[in-house]
Antibody
Framework: DVYLVESGGGLVQPGKSLRISCEGS????????MHWVRQTPGKGLEWVSG????????LYADSVKGRFTISRDNAKKSLYLQMNSLTIEDSAVYYC????????????????WGQGTLVTVSS | DSQMTQSPSSVSASVGDRVTITCRAS??????LAWYQQTSGKAPKLLIYAASNLQNGVPSRFSGTRSGTDFTLTISSLQPEDFATYFCQQATGFPPVSFGGGTRVEIK
C-alpha cells in the first residue's frame, strides 16, 4: 500500500516561514511526480505546487509563486514545501499527493494522498 | 486558464438513488479531468481519471462521461458510504491544476 505522511505543520506568525515535509512509502518514490494541495477548513481544494520525479519540471500556483519552494530528496523518499512570507490566507490543511506518473508534463492526476498537516498563520 | 464550474453545490438523496454531478470547463480540456471523493475529515480519494476511467478498487456504480466541455459523475445506486463531498479537477497544465468548488451529497 502507498503511504504518504506529512509533518511540520503548526502555528506561525504572518510574515514568517515554515517548512513542511512528506515522506512516502509503499512505492518507488523516485518514479513519480509529487504535489502539494491545500484545503481551507470547510472550503474547497487548491493546488499549490508540483515537482517531477527528477525535479526538472517544477510548477507553482500564482498565489504562492515567489514565496513557496517545492523540493524533493529521492534518497530520503521525501517531499518538502518551504513557505516564506506567510499570510493569513495561507492557513489550510496541506496535503501531499502522488502523481500517477513521473510528472514531467500534464495531465496531472493525484492517485494517492496523505492525511494532511495543518498550517495556521496567525498573530 | 481553464476554470471549472461544478454543480450542484449540494444534493440530498436517499440510498439507492441515482445521483449526477456536473463540471463545466471554461475551455476545451480534452479528456483531462478527474473526480475525487472526500469523506469528512479524510483526504480526497481518486475515483475517475481521464474523464471516464475508473480508478482501481473503485466500485462500478461510479462512472464518468464527457460531452465537449461538460463532464458528469454518476453514482448509479447511492450507498451509505457514498455520502461525501465530490470534486472535479482539470489536469491540462493550463494552469497546471484547478478544482471545481465541490458537491456535497447529503442524506435526504
Amino acid at each position: 500500500d502507498v503511504y504518504l505522511v506529512e509533518s511540520g505543520g503548526g502555528l506561525v506568525q504572518p510574515g514568517k516561514s515554515l517548512r513542511i515535509s512528506c515522506e512516502g512509502s509503499g512505492f518507488t518514490f523516485d518514479d513519480y511526480g509529487m504535489h502539494w494541495v491545500r484545503q481551507t477548513p470547510g472550503k474547497g481544494l487548491e493546488w499549490v505546487s508540483g515537482i517531477s520525479w527528477d525535479s526538472v519540471n517544477i510548477l507553482y500556483a500564482d498565489s504562492v509563486k515567489g514565496r513557496f519552494t517545492i523540493s524533493r530528496d529521492n534518497a530520503k523518499k521525501s517531499l518538502y514545501l518551504q513557505m516564506n512570507s506567510l499570510t493569513i490566507e495561507d492557513s489550510a490543511v496541506y496535503y501531499c499527493a502522488k502523481d500517477d506518473d513521473g510528472g514531467r508534463s500534464a495531465p496531472y492526476f493525484f492517485e494517492s494522498w496523505g492525511q494532511g498537516t495543518l498550517v495556521t498563520v496567525s498573530s | 486558464d481553464s476554470q471549472m464550474t461544478q454543480s450542484p453545490s449540494s444534493v440530498s438523496a436517499s440510498v439507492g438513488d441515482r445521483v449526477t454531478i456536473t463540471c463545466r470547463a471554461s475551455q476545451d480540456i480534452s479528456r483531462w479531468l478527474a473526480w475525487y471523493q472526500q469523506t469528512s475529515g479524510k483526504a480526497p480519494k481518486l475515483l475517475i481519471y481521464a474523464a471516464s476511467n475508473l480508478q482501481n478498487g473503485v466500485p462500478s456504480r461510479f462512472s464518468g462521461t464527457r460531452s465537449g466541455t461538460d463532464f458528469t459523475l454518476t453514482i448509479s445506486s447511492l450507498q451509505p458510504e457514498d455520502f461525501a463531498t465530490y470534486f472535479c479537477q482539470q489536469a491540462t497544465g493550463f494552469p497546471p491544476v484547478s478544482f471545481g468548488g465541490g458537491t456535497r451529497v447529503e442524506i435526504k
